[in-house]
């Protein structure tokens, strides 16, 4: 019902930012709580940001508080993941996913985007 497609991934210096989108088609876009997720290799894919279905709530997870800004524009379909200040330790593959409820576990959100690889150089 929910197709998603990240973009915005790439290379850059730690302490540089990038801006990642997250592109929806379907129909019920407004009514999905959306999240930012993120996976490196051989660790568990891990909570990075949620934003509710209108927008007026949003969660971080503490090792991203302050760094990185979750955005939606219900009018284009699009979220977004502002992250400033990137570490090292931010590599990883970029996920957002769509589900019911805003939340910052992975099994709670339905449909998920391909991914886009991030990589900050030390």
């Known amino acids: 019902q929910v197709q998603l497609v990240e973009s915005g991934g790439g290379l850059v210096q730690a302490g540089g930012s990038l801006r990642l989108s997250c592109a929806a088609s379907g129909r019920n876009f407004r009514s999905y709580a959306m999240g930012w997720f993120c996976q490196a290799p051989g660790k568990e894919r891990e909570f990075v940001a949620a934003i509710s279905w209108s927008g007026g709530s949003t969660r971080y997870a503490d090792s991203v508080k302050g760094r990185f800004t979750i955005s939606r524009d219900n009018a284009k379909n699009t979220v977004y993941l502002q992250m400033n200040s990137l570490k090292p330790e931010d590599t990883a593959v970029y996920y957002c996913?769509?589900?019911?409820?805003?939340?910052?576990?992975?099994?709670?959100?339905?449909?998920w985007g391909q991914g886009t690889q991030v990589t900050v150089s030390g």
């Open positions: 996913a769509a589900g019911g409820i805003v939340g910052m576990h992975y099994s709670l959100y339905n449909y």
